[in-house]
């Protein structure tokens, strides 16, 4: 079934460990994004891809690091988790370009918990 | 910049009432608009979008939205609601020219009472 794969589907970390949240899709997709979901703050971009190779900054970008090297894979790396990364990650893609805006197509989630 | 505010929490109605979730939004020219469900332990799962045309668009599950740009709004309704459509509810806006970014509402979770 053509989608979004996120792995781990939930993950406890120790505060200052490295975690790199994986996401790969095969609707062969030129634009992926992350977010994380908050209780009371809704849906938070991260980071962006607009196509193999870029990447972009979203709203809460600190603490996170992303790369592209190819279409299907969008990983999310923390470099050095801290507690208030405690979140629901979720990664998207659509079939957007630059002045287009089609809608995104969701994984089902990474529960992350830093203790 | 564009923005999204959904005025409602928490909505309650009756299975077989009819719903209605209200969207703002909050951008300088013709928007992107979509309406997403997520339910528990799942991401977000697109039921309509609206780019141009019809105000009026049809989505799966029975929803529909109107788009009405005197009033900068996208309501989501449904006539007849199903137990089933418990779930928390996402209206997002997009930029031409933003390269599919959208900004989100903070969501509208919906109970449905038998």
């Known amino acids: 079934i053509a989608g979004i794969t996120q792995a781990p589907t939930s993950q406890i970390l120790a505060a200052g460990r490295r975690m790199t949240l994986r996401c790969t899709q095969d609707m062969r997709h030129n634009a992926m994004y992350w977010y994380r979901q908050d209780l009371g703050l809704g849906l938070r971009l991260i980071h962006y891809s607009n196509t193999a190779g870029t990447t972009g900054k979203g709203e809460v970008p600190d603490g996170y690091s992303v790369s592209r090297a190819n279409t299907d894979d969008f990983p999310l790396t923390l470099a050095s988790a801290v507690p208030s990364q405690t979140s629901v990650y979720f990664c998207a893609s659509s079939d957007s370009v630059a002045e287009e805006n089609q809608p995104q197509h969701f994984g089902d989630g990474t529960r992350l918990s830093i203790l | ?114």
């Open chain 2, 1 to 114: 910049a564009q923005s999204v505010t959904q005025p409602d929490i928490h909505i309650t109605v009756s299975e077989g009432a009819s719903l209605e979730l209200r969207c703002n939004y909050s951008y300088g020219a013709t928007p992107y608009l979509f309406w997403y469900v997520q339910s528990p332990g799942q991401g977000l799962q697109l039921l309509l979008k609206y780019f141009s045309g019809d105000t009026l668009v049809q989505g799966i599950k029975g929803f529909e939205a109107e788009f009405k740009r005197s009033q900068s709004s996208f309501n989501l309704r449904k006539p007849s609601v199903h137990w089933s459509d418990a779930a928390e509810y996402f209206c997002a806006v997009g930029a031409r020219g933003n390269a599919g970014k959208s900004t989100f509402g903070d969501g509208t979770t919906l109970t449905v009472k038998p």
